[in-house]
Protein backbone atom coordinates (compact mmCIF):
# COMPACT_ATOMS: atom_id res chain seq x y z
CA UNK A 1 0.00 0.00 0.00
CA UNK A 2 1.27 3.30 -0.78
CA UNK A 3 0.45 6.16 1.79
CA UNK A 4 -0.44 9.26 0.24
CA UNK A 5 -2.64 12.33 0.37
CA UNK A 6 -4.33 13.60 -3.05
CA UNK A 7 -4.60 16.80 -2.41
CA UNK A 8 -0.55 17.13 -1.29
CA UNK A 9 2.06 17.71 -4.35
CA UNK A 10 4.12 15.28 -2.97
CA UNK A 11 3.30 11.57 -1.56
CA UNK A 12 5.49 9.07 0.33
CA UNK A 13 6.34 5.31 -1.79
CA UNK A 14 6.97 2.39 0.35
CA UNK A 15 9.37 1.26 -2.71
CA UNK A 16 12.77 3.04 -0.91
CA UNK A 17 11.80 6.74 -2.78
CA UNK A 18 10.16 10.21 -2.19
CA UNK A 19 7.49 11.42 -5.51
CA UNK A 20 7.77 14.78 -5.68
CA UNK A 21 4.37 15.97 -7.99
CA UNK A 22 4.17 19.54 -8.87
CA UNK A 23 1.45 21.44 -9.08
CA UNK A 24 2.25 22.55 -12.99
CA UNK A 25 1.07 19.34 -13.87
CA UNK A 26 5.16 18.56 -14.98
CA UNK A 27 5.70 14.43 -14.23
CA UNK A 28 7.04 13.04 -11.02
CA UNK A 29 10.43 12.96 -9.99
CA UNK A 30 11.51 10.68 -7.62
CA UNK A 31 14.90 11.07 -5.49
CA UNK A 32 16.72 8.41 -4.23
CA UNK A 33 15.74 8.29 -0.67
CA UNK A 34 19.69 7.54 -0.28
CA UNK A 35 20.25 11.44 -0.75
CA UNK A 36 18.68 11.84 2.71
CA UNK A 37 20.09 9.14 4.84
CA UNK A 38 23.56 9.77 6.78
CA UNK A 39 26.69 9.25 5.43
CA UNK A 40 28.24 5.77 5.83
CA UNK A 41 31.76 4.22 5.56
CA UNK A 42 32.01 1.81 2.94
CA UNK A 43 33.73 -1.56 3.98
CA UNK A 44 36.57 -1.25 1.61
CA UNK A 45 37.38 2.62 3.51
CA UNK A 46 37.46 1.07 6.96
CA UNK A 47 39.98 -1.72 5.72
CA UNK A 48 41.80 0.66 4.12
CA UNK A 49 42.24 2.77 7.07
CA UNK A 50 42.73 -0.42 9.51
CA UNK A 51 46.16 -1.14 7.10
CA UNK A 52 47.54 2.26 6.81
CA UNK A 53 47.74 2.06 10.74
CA UNK A 54 48.64 -1.52 11.04
CA UNK A 55 51.94 -0.13 8.45
CA UNK A 56 52.51 3.13 10.34
CA UNK A 57 52.72 0.67 13.45
CA UNK A 58 55.36 -1.94 11.84
CA UNK A 59 57.18 1.41 10.30
CA UNK A 60 57.42 2.77 13.98
CA UNK A 61 58.60 -0.42 14.96
CA UNK A 62 60.95 -0.87 12.58
CA UNK A 63 62.73 2.72 13.28
CA UNK A 64 62.99 1.99 17.15
CA UNK A 65 65.16 -0.96 16.01
CA UNK A 66 67.05 -0.48 13.05
CA UNK A 67 66.82 3.39 13.36
CA UNK A 68 70.01 4.36 11.09
CA UNK A 69 68.61 3.91 7.55
CA UNK A 70 65.78 6.07 8.16
CA UNK A 71 68.32 8.84 8.24
CA UNK A 72 67.80 9.53 4.28
CA UNK A 73 64.80 11.09 5.54
CA UNK A 74 66.17 14.38 6.98
CA UNK A 75 62.72 14.34 9.53
CA UNK A 76 63.96 11.16 11.23
CA UNK A 77 66.93 13.54 12.02
CA UNK A 78 65.50 15.26 14.76
CA UNK A 79 63.15 12.05 15.90
CA UNK A 80 63.73 10.27 19.24
CA UNK A 81 61.15 8.46 21.42
CA UNK A 82 59.34 10.73 23.95
CA UNK A 83 60.59 9.43 27.31
CA UNK A 84 57.18 10.07 28.99
CA UNK A 85 55.83 7.31 26.14
CA UNK A 86 58.16 4.34 26.33
CA UNK A 87 59.50 5.27 30.07
CA UNK A 88 56.84 2.26 31.42
CA UNK A 89 57.69 -0.12 28.62
CA UNK A 90 61.40 -0.01 29.54
CA UNK A 91 63.36 -1.40 32.11
CA UNK A 92 67.06 -0.79 32.41
CA UNK A 93 68.95 -3.18 34.68
CA UNK A 94 72.53 -1.87 33.80
CA UNK A 95 73.24 1.89 33.14
CA UNK A 96 76.25 3.15 32.04
CA UNK A 97 77.09 6.75 33.38
CA UNK A 98 79.86 9.25 31.20
CA UNK A 99 81.45 11.27 33.93
CA UNK A 100 82.19 14.70 32.59
CA UNK A 101 79.33 16.98 31.18
CA UNK A 102 76.91 13.98 32.44
CA UNK A 103 77.59 13.77 36.25
CA UNK A 104 80.35 16.17 36.64
CA UNK A 105 80.95 19.84 34.90
CA UNK A 106 84.22 19.77 35.14
CA UNK A 107 84.44 23.37 33.04
CA UNK A 108 87.16 25.33 35.09
CA UNK A 109 89.48 22.58 35.90
CA UNK A 110 90.04 21.49 32.14
CA UNK A 111 90.27 25.31 31.43
CA UNK A 112 92.72 26.13 34.33
CA UNK A 113 94.82 22.99 32.58
CA UNK A 114 94.42 23.38 28.75
CA UNK A 115 95.77 27.19 29.52
CA UNK A 116 99.07 25.85 31.94
CA UNK A 117 99.57 23.23 28.87
CA UNK A 118 99.49 25.74 26.26
CA UNK A 119 101.64 28.31 28.46
CA UNK A 120 104.32 25.52 28.54
CA UNK A 121 104.30 24.66 25.06
CA UNK A 122 104.58 28.56 24.84
CA UNK A 123 101.27 28.76 22.57
CA UNK A 124 100.62 32.40 22.76
CA UNK A 125 97.17 32.48 20.36
CA UNK A 126 94.74 30.75 23.11
CA UNK A 127 91.83 33.14 23.67
CA UNK A 128 91.58 31.91 27.43
CA UNK A 129 87.97 29.98 26.02
CA UNK A 130 87.26 26.31 26.01
CA UNK A 131 86.80 25.27 22.34
CA UNK A 132 83.59 23.37 22.39
CA UNK A 133 83.93 19.90 21.89
CA UNK A 134 87.33 19.86 23.73
CA UNK A 135 85.52 18.26 26.64
CA UNK A 136 84.61 14.63 25.76
CA UNK A 137 87.20 13.10 23.43
CA UNK A 138 90.69 12.02 24.17
CA UNK A 139 92.93 14.47 24.81
CA UNK A 140 95.58 13.42 22.19
CA UNK A 141 92.22 14.40 19.95
CA UNK A 142 91.56 17.74 21.36
CA UNK A 143 94.77 18.86 20.94
CA UNK A 144 95.41 17.70 17.46
CA UNK A 145 92.11 19.42 16.27
CA UNK A 146 91.61 22.84 18.14
CA UNK A 147 95.28 23.58 18.11
CA UNK A 148 97.17 21.80 15.18
CA UNK A 149 99.80 20.27 17.01
CA UNK A 150 101.89 17.40 16.22
CA UNK A 151 102.83 14.04 16.83
CA UNK A 152 105.40 14.59 19.41
CA UNK A 153 104.02 18.02 20.65
CA UNK A 154 100.68 16.18 21.14
CA UNK A 155 101.66 14.33 23.70
CA UNK A 156 104.24 16.78 25.59
CA UNK A 157 101.18 19.18 25.40
CA UNK A 158 99.03 15.69 27.13
CA UNK A 159 101.64 15.93 29.73
CA UNK A 160 101.50 19.22 30.84
CA UNK A 161 97.86 19.13 31.03
CA UNK A 162 98.02 16.31 33.06
CA UNK A 163 100.46 17.36 34.98
CA UNK A 164 98.46 20.52 36.35
CA UNK A 165 95.42 18.69 36.36
CA UNK A 166 96.67 16.23 38.77
CA UNK A 167 96.96 18.36 41.89
CA UNK A 168 94.67 21.15 40.86
CA UNK A 169 92.59 20.74 38.16
CA UNK A 170 91.25 17.60 39.28
CA UNK A 171 88.50 18.72 42.23
CA UNK A 172 88.03 22.21 40.22
CA UNK A 173 84.94 20.68 39.43
CA UNK A 174 81.48 20.31 40.44
CA UNK A 175 78.51 17.43 40.33
CA UNK A 176 75.32 18.67 38.59
CA UNK A 177 72.26 19.23 41.47
CA UNK A 178 70.12 16.04 41.70
CA UNK A 179 72.82 13.84 40.29
CA UNK A 180 74.26 12.35 43.85
CA UNK A 181 70.29 11.60 44.91
CA UNK A 182 70.04 10.20 41.47
CA UNK A 183 72.67 7.55 41.75
CA UNK A 184 71.71 6.61 45.35
CA UNK A 185 67.45 5.90 44.61
CA UNK A 186 68.72 3.71 41.17
CA UNK A 187 71.15 2.10 43.40
CA UNK A 188 68.65 1.22 46.48
CA UNK A 189 66.09 0.00 43.34
CA UNK A 190 68.62 -2.59 42.60
CA UNK A 191 69.99 -0.70 39.32
CA UNK A 192 73.59 -1.98 38.08
CA UNK A 193 75.56 1.32 37.96
CA UNK A 194 78.94 1.76 35.67
CA UNK A 195 80.88 5.02 34.57
CA UNK A 196 83.06 4.89 31.13
CA UNK A 197 85.34 7.91 30.99
CA UNK A 198 87.52 9.05 28.11
CA UNK A 199 89.14 10.88 31.11
CA UNK A 200 92.41 8.92 32.83
CA UNK A 201 91.48 5.83 34.93
CA UNK A 202 93.09 7.41 37.53
CA UNK A 203 91.75 10.75 37.88
CA UNK A 204 88.43 9.99 37.13
CA UNK A 205 88.61 7.29 40.63
CA UNK A 206 90.17 10.21 42.47
CA UNK A 207 86.54 12.34 41.66
CA UNK A 208 84.48 9.41 42.18
CA UNK A 209 85.89 8.66 45.73
CA UNK A 210 85.85 12.72 45.83
CA UNK A 211 82.10 12.75 45.45
CA UNK A 212 80.93 9.70 46.76
CA UNK A 213 80.04 7.67 43.57
CA UNK A 214 81.98 4.96 44.34
CA UNK A 215 79.57 4.11 46.91
CA UNK A 216 76.77 3.24 43.82
CA UNK A 217 79.51 2.14 41.74
CA UNK A 218 79.89 -0.95 40.48
CA UNK A 219 82.82 -0.72 38.10
CA UNK A 220 84.60 2.23 36.47
CA UNK A 221 86.26 2.29 32.91
CA UNK A 222 88.44 5.01 31.71
CA UNK A 223 91.38 5.66 29.87
CA UNK A 224 95.05 4.66 30.79
CA UNK A 225 98.47 5.77 29.42
CA UNK A 226 99.21 3.50 26.81
CA UNK A 227 95.67 4.19 25.04
CA UNK A 228 94.40 1.29 25.01
CA UNK A 229 91.01 1.97 25.36
CA UNK A 230 90.95 5.03 22.67
CA UNK A 231 87.29 5.46 21.55
CA UNK A 232 84.26 5.69 24.24
CA UNK A 233 82.93 2.36 22.05
CA UNK A 234 86.11 0.64 22.78
CA UNK A 235 85.48 1.65 26.35
CA UNK A 236 82.13 0.61 26.44
CA UNK A 237 83.07 -2.77 24.87
CA UNK A 238 85.78 -3.30 26.87
CA UNK A 239 83.51 -2.80 30.07
CA UNK A 240 80.97 -5.06 29.17
CA UNK A 241 83.55 -7.87 28.36
CA UNK A 242 85.19 -7.49 31.91
CA UNK A 243 81.22 -8.07 33.32
CA UNK A 244 80.51 -10.98 30.90
CA UNK A 245 77.40 -8.58 29.43
CA UNK A 246 76.07 -9.19 26.20
CA UNK A 247 74.68 -6.51 24.07
CA UNK A 248 71.02 -5.67 25.38
CA UNK A 249 68.63 -2.99 24.94
CA UNK A 250 68.06 -3.40 29.05
CA UNK A 251 71.64 -1.62 29.45
CA UNK A 252 71.77 1.86 28.65
CA UNK A 253 74.66 4.38 27.76
CA UNK A 254 74.20 8.25 28.78
CA UNK A 255 76.40 10.95 27.81
CA UNK A 256 76.69 14.71 26.63
CA UNK A 257 78.58 13.97 23.31
CA UNK A 258 77.87 12.12 20.26
CA UNK A 259 80.62 9.71 21.23
CA UNK A 260 78.92 8.36 23.97
CA UNK A 261 75.75 8.07 22.08
CA UNK A 262 77.62 6.33 18.82
CA UNK A 263 79.53 4.18 21.39
CA UNK A 264 76.03 3.20 23.38
CA UNK A 265 74.61 2.39 19.39
CA UNK A 266 77.58 0.49 17.82
CA UNK A 267 77.57 -2.03 21.27
CA UNK A 268 73.79 -2.97 20.85
CA UNK A 269 72.62 -0.65 24.13
CA UNK A 270 70.05 1.88 24.40
CA UNK A 271 70.87 5.42 24.42
CA UNK A 272 70.25 8.74 26.49
CA UNK A 273 71.29 12.38 25.40
CA UNK A 274 71.49 14.56 28.00
CA UNK A 275 71.76 18.41 26.74
CA UNK A 276 73.03 20.02 30.27
CA UNK A 277 76.64 19.13 29.43
CA UNK A 278 79.23 20.17 27.03
CA UNK A 279 78.02 18.45 23.75
CA UNK A 280 75.81 20.55 21.08
CA UNK A 281 72.11 19.35 20.33
CA UNK A 282 72.27 19.13 16.59
CA UNK A 283 75.26 16.83 16.46
CA UNK A 284 73.44 14.70 19.02
CA UNK A 285 70.10 15.00 16.69
CA UNK A 286 72.22 13.38 14.38
CA UNK A 287 72.97 9.95 16.31
CA UNK A 288 69.04 9.57 16.97
CA UNK A 289 69.48 8.81 20.73
CA UNK A 290 66.60 7.00 22.06
CA UNK A 291 65.83 8.86 24.93
CA UNK A 292 66.77 13.03 25.79
CA UNK A 293 67.11 14.40 28.97
CA UNK A 294 67.25 17.95 29.36
CA UNK A 295 67.63 17.79 33.25
CA UNK A 296 68.47 15.58 35.86
CA UNK A 297 65.13 15.82 36.78
CA UNK A 298 64.33 14.72 33.43
CA UNK A 299 66.71 12.16 33.58
CA UNK A 300 65.36 11.14 36.88
CA UNK A 301 61.69 10.40 34.93
CA UNK A 302 63.40 8.09 32.51
CA UNK A 303 65.66 6.34 34.74
CA UNK A 304 63.45 5.36 37.78
Same mark, same amino acid.
Given at each position: ???? =?? @??P???????S???R??????E?K???A???K???????????????????C???? =????Q????????F +??Y???? +???? +??????????D? @?????D???????S??????????D?Y? &???????I????Q???????G????N??????????????F??L????Y?? $???????L?FT??????????????????????????? $??????? @???G???T?????S &?????????????????? @??????? &? &????G??????????G????????????????V????????
Open positions: MTPM =WN @DSGRISCSGISIMESGLKKIPKLFAPVISRKVKNDIANLVFILFLHSL =WLKYKPFRCFPI +HFAVPS +HFLK +HMTHFSHIIFL @DGTLTNTRGIAALKYALEEMQIND &GKLPDGFGPPLQGFKTFFLNERTELAVEYFREYYSQGLENDPPG $VSELMEEYGKQLFIATAKLEKFALQICEHFGFDKY $VVQLKGA @DYGEYGKSNLI &GLLKSRQLEASKNIVMIG @DTVHDIK &G &GKENLSTIAVTYGFKKEDLQKEAPDFWAESDELFQILT
